[in-house]
Each structure stands twice: as structure tokens, then as C-alpha cells.
């Protein structure tokens, strides 16, 4: 199934997505902190798939950076984890970047497309609620 991961966060839904073997075509986020956990959490399905988890623990056990995680996988600069939020002045960019990764999957079209209701406790509202 391929799928188009919109207002990613940190990608709590993308995890269901990741166990059923789903390809994405993107994950669009804007917050670049939520951008970083999705490349890790990314690094981490692509080593899966490839039974090569040792990298990972690595990470896990600070032998290497995140940095090296994501440069080891490929996620460092992958178009798959795209941090921007999403515009009318970026859509036409967007869309490109969506085409063109989606060209990469072999695949024609996008199965299913979706998108992660705001965390109350990590969002911008939620956080200005709790005080």
C-alpha cells in the first residue's frame, strides 16, 4: 500500500502504517523537531525490513549520532520526510516533491492518504491550554 503521511507529527500514526508494510510517499511536517523522530523512526523500519537492526541498536546504545543513523539509511537527505508546512506558496513544490517520490515507488498512484489529528499534549493549542 503506499501512502501519503500528512501533518506526520512524530509519526504515531505512520507506525501502523510502517507494520503493515505500507511504502510512503512522504511524511509532510513542519515542526522540525517531530521531522527529526520521523527520520529516526524511518531509519529504524528501513533497517527492520533489511534484518539489519544492529545499526539501530548502535544508535540506541550511542555508538553512533542520529546523524550517522540517518546517513547510514539514507534518511538524511531523503525526500521522504519533508519538513514544511504545508501553503498556498508551497503547494505547487509540494505536490513536485510528491510526483517525483511517488515516480521513485514504481508505483501509478496513492492508495490511501493520511493525516494525524494535533496531539493535544504536544501542540502549540494544547500546550496554551494546560496554562
Known amino acids: 500500500m503506499v501512502v501519503l503521511d500528512l501533518f506526520s507529527g512524530a509519526g504515531g500514526l505512520s507506525e501502523g ?3 503493515a508494510n505500507s511504502t510512503f510517499v512522504a511524511h509532510i511536517e513542519s515542526d522540525k523537531y517531530a521531522c527529526e523522530t520521523l527520520k529516526t523512526r524511518t531509519s529504524y523500519w528501513k ?3 533489511n534484518n539489519n537492526l544492529n545499526i539501530y541498536y548502535d544508535y540506541l ?3 553512533i549520532t542520529k546523524e550517522q543513523l540517518w546517513e547510514l539509511t539514507n534518511t538524511s537527505d531523503s525526500e521522504e520526510v519533508i519538513c514544511k508546512e504545508i501553503s498556498e506558496h508551497n503547494f505547487d513544490s509540494l505536490v513536485s516533491k510528491i510526483k517525483n517520490n511517488l515516480k521513485k ?22 500546550r496554551a491550554r494546560m496554562k
Open 17 to 19: 502504517f510502517f507494520r
Open 105 to 126: 515507488t514504481l508505483s501509478k498512484n496513492i492508495d490511501v492518504i493520511i493525516g494525524g489529528p494535533p496531539c493535544q499534549a504536544y501542540s502549540i493549542i494544547g
Open 47 to 49: 533497517l527492520k525490513k
Open 61 to 63: 546504545l550511542k555508538k
